[in-house]
């Protein structure tokens, strides 16, 4: 058995680049030479380049909503601090910044209940609350 496997090992010392070369045509057969490899492998990196791109898409869209809602936001909070201010004005009192800070604090919390929003300014500000019909 020992002389076998000595053989064996003499024979692949001696002609290691044949093999090489025959596992290396080999592959380059199976996936440069045969078309339905190729073709497998071809629409699996085209599967894999549309796939990148939908990801991609849908990134860009969870910006673009992320980008809207901030900007919804604010302009709810801008609306606010300048009828805020406006009232205010009407009765001489400044709007200071712990308040404008209190409203910011108010409309992020709020932001999706617009309802729950008039009604928490109406309790800290003073301003009429009229619930919606």
């Known amino acids: 058995m ?8 003499l024979f692949i010392k001696k002609y290691f680049w044949a093999i090489l070369l025959g596992i290396g045509l080999l592959f380059f057969y199976l996936f440069f030479l045969e ?3 190729t073709k497998k492998l ?5 599967f894999k380049r549309e796939q990148h791109e939908k990801e991609l898409e849908v990134i860009k869209q969870s910006e673009k909503d992320k980008e809207e809602k901030i900007l919804q936001k604010q302009k709810i909070y801008n ?3 300048i009828k805020l201010a406006g009232k ?4 001489k009192k400044e709007l200071s910044d712990e308040k ?3 409203v910011k604090k108010l409309v992020d919390k709020y ?3 617009p309802e729950e929003l008039s009604r928490a300014l109406a309790e ?10």
């Open 2 to 9: 020992i002389i076998v496997l000595r053989k064996i090992w």
């Open 35 to 37: 078309s339905n490899t």
């Open 42 to 46: 071809s629409d699996f990196l085209l």
């Open 79 to 81: 609306e606010t601090i």
């Open 88 to 91: 205010y004005n009407e009765e």
């Open 100 to 102: 404008t800070k209190y």
């Open 111 to 113: 932001a999706d209940s």
């Open 124 to 133: 800290e500000f003073g301003i009429e609350y009229l619930q919606p019909q």
